[in-house]
């Protein structure tokens, strides 16, 4: 019954108090975003790990993307050194949730393509940027090669922080946000070549597509975010005169360059709290998060962009009876789900990770 496991979940939560920090993403459910302490986009997820105090330990209501980058950003040197060496521990509650364009760009296809690339163009003024929508392996990869990590509310900053330092950039795993963000710069599309990682030679490039590149795009997107199409926003604006269409960046460019406001979960929340009674919006974004908006603002008109359900699945896994067991079980003192990177690759994300932290 849900209302036994919200009572079991809060008696959990007053009997650990400050030593328990529930995170969720804006993504998360209405019933597992009411037990989070706190809750944010993604990079103010790692603001929040990043500032931990008093915490031992943070449950991750997000996917494992998140949840290893709290786990690196929490224990990092200086938070140990603080904490006389104490590791907070990170739990996920399902270790099921996972993110399918993170899983898109695997280590070794990214060591591959980089390989492949340096004979054709000098890698040593290509500067790699992930989206934090990755595995650590890739975020340290980037650590190690001179590389950032950038998250939807950033990424033209980062870039901008990566062209002081190189000619081109790498950009992986997500198309959508690498162009979508490169065109706002006024960077050329006939300069962003795709890297399809199975494709037999220079990931389906000429060397001269790639000499003349600004940046070269991962074949990589969000399963959720591609089903919003350009006739969706068509159709909102012929049936609703004035409304206004609010997207992700990770949509495909057809969309984005056409929505009046494009931005991340965060920025779509700060823009529907700011807009006047009566605005009408058609947002493309994941559906919990767009029905919520809806619930909290009856006063405005809001409406999902596609006719279909779009919705990750895997943010979805996290759900009361998972998150009740992983309390239960760390109040009892088993530890289930834990999130803990590796030392070395621990190392090197938080390199790229505290650079893009220092991005203003
Ligand atoms: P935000 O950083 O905008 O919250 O995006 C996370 C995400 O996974 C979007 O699909
Ligand atoms: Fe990954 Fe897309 Fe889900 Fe975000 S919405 S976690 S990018 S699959």
Request: one cysteine or more.
């Given at each position: 019954q849900p209302e036994e496991l919200q009572t079991r979940i809060e008696a959990v939560r007053t009997e650990l108090g400050d030593s328990l920090l529930i995170l969720g993403h804006h993504y998360q459910q209405d019933e597992v975003i009411a037990h989070t302490d706190l809750r944010g986009d993604s990079y103010k997820l790692s603001e929040m790990a990043a500032a931990s105090?008093?915490?031992?330990?943070i449950v991750f209501c997000g996917v494992h993307f998140m949840a290893e980058t709290a786990d690196i950003l929490a224990n990092r040197p200086d938070k140990l050194a603080e904490r006389d060496g104490q590791r907070v521990t990170v739990l996920l509650p399902?270790?099921?949730?996972?993110?399918s364009m993170a899983d898109m760009a695997a280590i070794k296809q990214v060591e591959a393509a980089w390989e492949d690339m340096s004979e054709v163009i000098d890698t040593e003024r290509v500067i790699p940027v992930t989206y934090i929508n990755s595995a650590a392996s890739l975020k340290a990869f980037c650590g190690r090669h001179g590389g950032i990590v950038c998250t939807s509310s950033n990424a033209k900053a980062v870039l901008e922080w990566a062209y002081q330092r190189g000619d081109r950039v790498f950009f992986f795993p997500d198309q959508h946000l690498g162009r979508n963000t490169a065109l706002s710069m006024?960077?050329?599309?006939?300069q962003m070549p795709v890297w399809d990682?199975?494709?037999?030679?220079?990931g389906g490039n000429t060397e001269a597509g790639l000499e003349k590149s600004k940046v070269i795009l991962w074949k990589g997107h969000c399963s959720v975010h591609q089903m919003f199409r350009p006739e969706h926003v068509d159709g909102f604006r012929k049936q609703h005169p004035g409304i206004k269409i609010l997207v992700h960046p990770e949509c495909p460019r057809e969309v984005n360059d056409i929505a009046d406001v494009s931005g991340s979960t965060g920025k779509i929340i700060d823009t529907v709290r700011n807009s006047p009674a009566g605005t009408k919006w058609a947002i493309g974004t994941e559906l919990h998060l767009v029905n919520r908006l809806k619930a909290e603002h009856p006063e405005q008109e809001i409406h999902f962009l596609s006719p279909v359900v779009c919705m990750c699945a895997t943010m979805y896994r996290i759900d009361l009876p998972h998150l009740c067991w992983t309390l239960e079980n760390l109040r009892d003192g088993a530890i289930v789900n834990k999130i803990e990177v590796d030392a070395e690759i621990s190392k090197w994300s938080l390199v790229a990770l505290e650079r893009m932290l220092a991005v203003k």
């Amino acid at each position: 019954q849900p209302e036994e496991l919200q009572t079991r979940i809060e008696a959990v939560r007053t009997e650990l108090g400050d030593s328990l920090l529930i995170l969720g993403h804006h993504y998360q459910q209405d019933e597992v975003i009411a037990h989070t302490d706190l809750r944010g986009d993604s990079y103010k997820l790692s603001e929040m790990a990043a500032a931990s105090r008093t915490c031992r330990t943070i449950v991750f209501c997000g996917v494992h993307f998140m949840a290893e980058t709290a786990d690196i950003l929490a224990n990092r040197p200086d938070k140990l050194a603080e904490r006389d060496g104490q590791r907070v521990t990170v739990l996920l509650p399902d270790m099921a949730a996972g993110c399918s364009m993170a899983d898109m760009a695997a280590i070794k296809q990214v060591e591959a393509a980089w390989e492949d690339m340096s004979e054709v163009i000098d890698t040593e003024r290509v500067i790699p940027v992930t989206y934090i929508n990755s595995a650590a392996s890739l975020k340290a990869f980037c650590g190690r090669h001179g590389g950032i990590v950038c998250t939807s509310s950033n990424a033209k900053a980062v870039l901008e922080w990566a062209y002081q330092r190189g000619d081109r950039v790498f950009f992986f795993p997500d198309q959508h946000l690498g162009r979508n963000t490169a065109l706002s710069m006024g960077i050329g599309e006939d300069q962003m070549p795709v890297w399809d990682p199975y494709a037999l030679e220079l990931g389906g490039n000429t060397e001269a597509g790639l000499e003349k590149s600004k940046v070269i795009l991962w074949k990589g997107h969000c399963s959720v975010h591609q089903m919003f199409r350009p006739e969706h926003v068509d159709g909102f604006r012929k049936q609703h005169p004035g409304i206004k269409i609010l997207v992700h960046p990770e949509c495909p460019r057809e969309v984005n360059d056409i929505a009046d406001v494009s931005g991340s979960t965060g920025k779509i929340i700060d823009t529907v709290r700011n807009s006047p009674a009566g605005t009408k919006w058609a947002i493309g974004t994941e559906l919990h998060l767009v029905n919520r908006l809806k619930a909290e603002h009856p006063e405005q008109e809001i409406h999902f962009l596609s006719p279909v359900v779009c919705m990750c699945a895997t943010m979805y896994r996290i759900d009361l009876p998972h998150l009740c067991w992983t309390l239960e079980n760390l109040r009892d003192g088993a530890i289930v789900n834990k999130i803990e990177v590796d030392a070395e690759i621990s190392k090197w994300s938080l390199v790229a990770l505290e650079r893009m932290l220092a991005v203003k």
